[in-house]
């Protein structure tokens, strides 16, 4: 069964530019979210789509936006790009949202570099 | 609100000894508490998770982790450490939401040494 693939591997872009990362998730799963994992911070939550809908949102501002498509793989957006921005992005997939206790399958990740 | 803390940074073990790695939770209701495994350039890796029942969890390559409700504590363990073990851990709680579920909260990872 395959896993959880991101793509691009890499990607490096300037300042202002927009950024997109894809996710395709497990088949069956219908939960994708996505994390922002900068050097020395951690993982933090971005956010979680489901059936196609946005149902959580982490404490990122507008310019961090996303979508889900028909076939529940995932697209984030990252508009007007800072330095800061500069981080490995993980995706993640488990199943439907209506179980607390399923884990989340972890893709390698994009990593973001901003020039 | 949820919080994980996990108090060390770094833990050093040397092979063959037993490893612990520390983790405390705070959440409202009851708890889904999960660690997972971060290899070098990789994603995160599931190790073991915990619902119900029998306190202690057992998980891949060798991996347990004991539930403490009371000290509010999810400490992973390894009876036998081994230098493939070395990487970075985190410990992610998730809440109990009837008709929903809510969002995986993750520590800020503890990474783990193992020399020969």
């Known amino acids: 069964e395959a896993g959880v693939t991101q793509s691009p591997t890499h990607l490096i872009k300037t300042r202002g530019q927009q950024a997109t990362l894809r996710c395709s998730p497990i088949s069956g799963h219908t939960s994708v979210y996505w994390y922002q994992q900068a050097l020395g911070l951690g993982l933090q939550f971005l956010l979680w789509y489901d059936e196609g809908e946005e149902r959580n949102r982490g404490n990122f501002p507008p310019r961090f936006s996303g979508r889900q498509f028909p076939n529940y793989s995932s697209e984030l957006n990252v508009n007007a790009l800072e330095l800061e921005d500069s981080a490995l992005y993980l995706c993640?997939?488990?199943?439907?949202?209506?179980?607390?206790?399923?884990?989340?399958?972890f893709g390698p990740g994009t990593r973001l570099t901003v020039l | 609100a949820q919080s994980v803390a996990q108090p060390e940074d770094q833990v050093n073990v040397a092979e063959g000894n037993p490893l612990t790695v520390k983790c405390t939770y705070s959440?409202?209701?009851?708890?889904?508490l999960f660690w997972y495994v971060q290899y070098p350039n990789r994603g995160l890796q599931f190790l073991l998770k915990y619902i119900t029942g029998d306190n202690l969890v057992k998980g891949s390559y060798g991996f347990e982790a004991e539930f403490n409700k009371s000290q509010t504590s999810f400490h992973l363990k390894k009876p036998s450490a081994l230098v493939s073990d070395s990487a970075l851990y985190f410990c992610a709680v998730r809440r109990y939401y009837t008709g929903t579920a809510s969002k995986l909260t993750f520590g800020t990872g503890t990474r783990l040494q193992v020399t020969l």
């Open positions: 959440v409202s209701g009851n708890p889904y």
């Open positions: 993640a997939s488990s199943l439907n949202r209506l179980t607390s206790y399923n884990e989340q399958f």
